[in-house]
């Protein structure tokens, strides 16, 4: 909800990247040093646009921030890009450059992670469903740790660590019970999902790990859920992962030298939700206070730490550019599918823009809000309600479910939708036959494109039978 902005061309420093600003002459939006226009002239439109210095100072302070709270409390700390954000070339080196591993899920993820020069031992690879040719390739490539996910999963990283001749470091992905979300989190004895093992299970499965030789095991890994703003939930389930381990040290003969936390850190999307979302500053030290209080407890010793932060890292360093091609006042009263809020408003007016669905799933995946502005200049008119709306065959393809815009947006215009650096391009799609957006990175010095975009000739290229224009069919 953002109707509550007073000023609909403010760019909100909490949401937007900080280097986005208008140009006190044209009230055009400039990314890092670049106008909207230049860049949507330049590389098409829809676009996504990184802030590199952005996404570099977010990945230095999380790192560093994480890694002081370690020392405070008498360990280190290893702290991993989650590369399922957003993950291509530039963006695994900005992550390595900044002193991150990075963590993939996939062998195409470990690709772009190798491709772009990530040192292997500074790789950690999830996945619940890891193929024995992506196990097979992450032990070859000297990947530093595979977390395993299942039983069965123990002995296929066991047969490729003995067949390459080496140890594999390995960590054990449980399910403490707990699941995060914004605000509350839920406590259970099991959660009824697809990653990782019931925390009851953990001895059995360490167990079984230590029973090969060709495994080295380090430590439980847990990931409890996304866009979490407090730290209750992490509280619990470290303290209930840290409870298990008097007794894996037992079956180890040694005490267990580190504990993953996951990730999941919240960010702002709105400017509603910019109220509240902690200092990061704060998150570290109570993570690293309960880690602490947990290893007092239990009579272990502080584990290093590990943490795999995605969203937080680069989602607030990107926003997508779109250009509008229709707009359409629907009036409310009498609708059913207005909330009692926007019946306050007569008419809700609808700008459509031209991507959507295909370019950002997550509105129509989890609901998710976004904040829009105008880019390409500013207007004294009076604020509209507005839902901003893709160009796809589908009732919900919402890119912005509800904002306020000044009431002459037009057609032409072009609009910038903030913090979608995380689980946009990497979540893209062809739905009806869209290209997917380029990617070009925006800092100081000017702008280049990162990623390139697909053509249409790109996705007629996958049709067996298709043959450029000018090409002689084949018999
Ligand atoms: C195991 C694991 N680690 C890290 C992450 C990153 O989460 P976020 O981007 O919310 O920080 C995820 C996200 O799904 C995950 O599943």
């Given at each position: 909800m953002t109707t509550d902005v007073s000023d609909p061309n403010e760019l909100d420093q909490r949401v937007f990247p900080p280097t986005a600003r208008r140009d006190p002459e044209t009230g055009e939006l400039r990314l890092g040093v670049v106008s909207a226009s230049t860049l949507i002239s330049q590389y098409g439109s829809p676009l996504y646009v990184l802030d590199e210095d952005v996404a570099r100072a977010r990945a230095r302070t999380i790192r560093v921030?994480?890694?002081?709270?370690?020392?405070?409390?008498?360990?280190?700390?290893?702290?991993?890009?989650?590369?399922?954000?957003?993950?291509?070339?530039?963006?695994?080196?900005?992550?390595?450059?900044?002193?991150?591993?990075?963590?993939?899920?996939s062998g195409g993820e470990l690709a772009v992670a190798l491709a772009a020069g990530v040192d292997p031992s500074r790789i950690g690879f999830h996945g619940n469903n890891k193929s024995e040719q992506e196990i097979g390739r992450a032990v070859g490539a000297g990947v530093g740790?595979?977390?395993?996910?299942?039983?069965?999963?123990?002995?296929?990283?066991?047969?490729?660590?003995?067949?390459?001749?080496?140890?594999?470091?390995?960590?054990?992905?449980?399910?403490?019970?707990?699941?995060?979300?914004?605000?509350?989190?839920?406590?259970?004895?099991?959660?009824?999902?697809?990653?990782?093992?019931?925390?009851?299970?953990a001895p059995r499965l360490v167990a079984a790990i230590l029973a090969h030789d060709s495994l080295e095991f380090v430590g439980l890994h847990c990931h409890i859920g996304s866009q979490i703003f407090a730290a209750d939930g992490f509280r619990e389930s470290a303290r209930r992962l840290m409870a298990v381990y008097p007794e894996l040290a037992r079956l180890a003969g040694h005490s267990i030298p580190e504990l993953n936390l996951g990730g999941g850190f919240g960010i702002a999307y709105t400017s509603a939700q910019a109220e509240d979302v902690p200092a990061l500053a704060d998150v570290a030290r109570e993570l690293?206070?309960?880690?602490?209080?947990?290893?007092?407890?239990?009579?272990?010793?502080?584990?290093?730490?590990?943490?795999?932060?995605?969203?937080?890292?680069?989602?607030?360093?990107?926003?997508?550019?779109?250009?509008?091609?229709?707009?359409?006042?629907?009036?409310?009263?009498?609708s059913d599918a207005a909330a009692p809020a926007d019946l306050g408003h007569s008419e809700r007016l609808y700008v459509s823009v031209d991507g959507?669905?295909?370019?950002?799933?997550?509105?129509?995946?989890?609901?998710?809000?976004?904040?829009?502005?105008?880019?390409?200049?500013?207007?004294?008119?009076?604020?509209a309600l507005v839902r901003v709306v893709?160009?796809?065959?589908?009732a919900g393809d919402i890119v912005v479910h509800r904002d306020v815009l000044p009431g002459d947006v037009r057609a032409g215009d072009t609009l910038v939708v903030a913090a979608t650096g995380a689980y946009c391009w990497s979540l893209a799609s062809n739905y009806n036959h869209l290209p997917r957006p380029p990617i070009v990175a925006v800092s100081g010095r000017g702008a280049r494109l990162i990623v390139h975009g697909e053509t249409e000739d790109d996705l007629l290229a996958k049709n067996v039978s298709w043959r450029p224009e000018g090409d002689p069919p084949t018999a």
């Open positions: 921030a994480l890694e002081a709270e370690a020392e405070r409390i008498g360990t280190t700390a290893t702290v991993y890009y989650a590369g399922k954000a957003l993950l291509c070339i530039d963006v695994a080196r900005w992550m390595s450059e900044e002193g991150l591993a990075v963590d993939v899920a740790t595979i977390v395993i996910d299942s039983e069965i999963e123990t002995e296929r990283v066991a047969a490729a660590a003995r067949a390459a001749g080496i140890r594999q470091r390995v960590r054990l992905r449980v399910n403490s019970g707990v699941h995060a979300s914004t605000h509350d989190y839920l406590a259970t004895a099991h959660e009824d999902q697809k990653f990782g093992q019931p925390l009851s299970d690293a206070d309960m880690v602490a209080d947990g290893a007092r407890e239990f009579e272990v010793p502080v584990p290093h730490l590990a943490f795999e932060p995605g969203r937080i890292v680069i989602g607030p360093a990107g926003v997508t550019l779109y250009t509008v091609g229709t707009t359409k006042p629907v009036p409310l009263a009498g959507g669905m295909s370019d950002n799933a997550r509105p129509a995946l989890y609901g998710a809000d976004y904040q829009v502005r105008i880019a390409n200049r500013t207007s004294g008119a009076d604020p893709g160009k796809h065959c589908e």
